[in-house]
């Protein structure tokens, strides 16, 4: 019977075991959250962990605890709304009408340098220059091209010019040769050979070019450089052109000495005569007797 009574009490502890552990394996628990992505934060519910038996009975296998469920995936958000519509065009004012343009101010006259004088009427059939007259500097400001374009090739062939002057000294004055006094060797193409008036320069004094025939002259050129000559220069001077000889039209003006080089330009006008006058005495030369003296005289004609 000890035998017996000792079975029956294993058998019993062993069914208190297996009651016990189906107890603690079935027993609710809180389960664990953890945050998530999206609108939903909750993840599923951690598995509970298995238990030990707690008996030297028969050793159970140890359960692991069931994996908690995955918690749901968040809801996505929703897509931001579209910019608000645009403004409606707003239509453009309406052009004023056309403003009537205001006149044409009159063209200035030309430059005057410090003691010059103003501009001049043209030739005939022509319109006259505005003067560009002397600098303070006691230059005169004539050497700007007008009309451009201007050469001796344009004009009437140079060995058919006649040349004259006021005054025109006597042939060999002073035993001097003619090719250092005559009219006709400051046109010559030689600016060895000269024109002097052999008379000490007076307001009026003059050289004088007809070229033949009319063309459009815009420019002379005259050259009294070389040598001892390059003092016996205009005292102020004057350019005119004619058609006919008798009536001329100031072009262009200057109220200094020029220079040895004298460069003379102004709108090209139609014009056969060419006159330089001196318009001072005595000049800067060799004092009270200097005479006006010229080794070359060009014309530009366009």
């Known amino acids: 019977m000890r035998a017996g009574g000792n079975r029956a009490r294993e058998l019993s502890v062993t069914v208190l075991v297996l009651i016990a552990a189906a107890a603690v394996r079935c027993s609710p628990s809180d389960p664990l959250r953890t945050q998530h992505g999206g609108s939903n934060p909750d993840a599923g519910p951690t598995g509970t962990a298995g238990q030990a038996y707690a008996s030297s009975g028969i050793a159970g296998d140890n359960e692991t605890g069931v994996g908690g469920t995955t918690g749901a995936g968040g809801v996505l958000g929703a897509g931001a709304t579209g910019g608000a519509a645009a403004a409606p065009e707003i ?61 001796e090739a344009n004009c009437p062939a140079k060995n058919t010019w006649q040349a004259s002057a006021m005054p025109t000294p006597p042939s060999m004055l002073d035993g001097i040769p003619d090719t250092f006094l005559q009219p006709q060797y400051a046109i010559d193409g030689d600016t060895l050979t000269r024109y002097s008036s052999g008379a000490t320069m007076e307001d009026g004094f003059y050289f004088q070019v007809d070229l033949g025939a009319a063309a459009l002259v815009s420019g002379i050129t005259v050259d009294t450089s070389e040598n001892a000559d390059s003092t016996d220069v205009a005292d102020g001077y004057e350019v005119g052109l004619s058609l006919d000889g008798v009536t001329f039209a100031t072009v262009a003006r200057c109220s200094f000495n020029a220079a040895p080089l004298e460069i003379i330009n102004f709108p090209a006008t139609a014009a056969r005569y060419v006159r330089y006058t001196n318009k001072g005495a005595p000049g800067p030369g060799n004092g009270p007797i200097s005479w006006l003296s010229i080794h070359e005289l060009d014309v530009s004609c366009n």
């Open 91 to 151: 239509a453009g004012t309406a052009g004023s009408e056309d403003t009537t343009g205001t006149g044409g101010t009159t063209g200035i006259a030309g430059t005057v340098g410090t003691a010059g004088a103003g501009g001049f009427a043209g030739a005939p059939d022509s319109t006259g220059a505005a003067g560009t007259i002397g600098g303070a500097d006691g230059i005169c400001l004539n050497s700007t091209v007008i009309t451009p374009g201007g050469s």
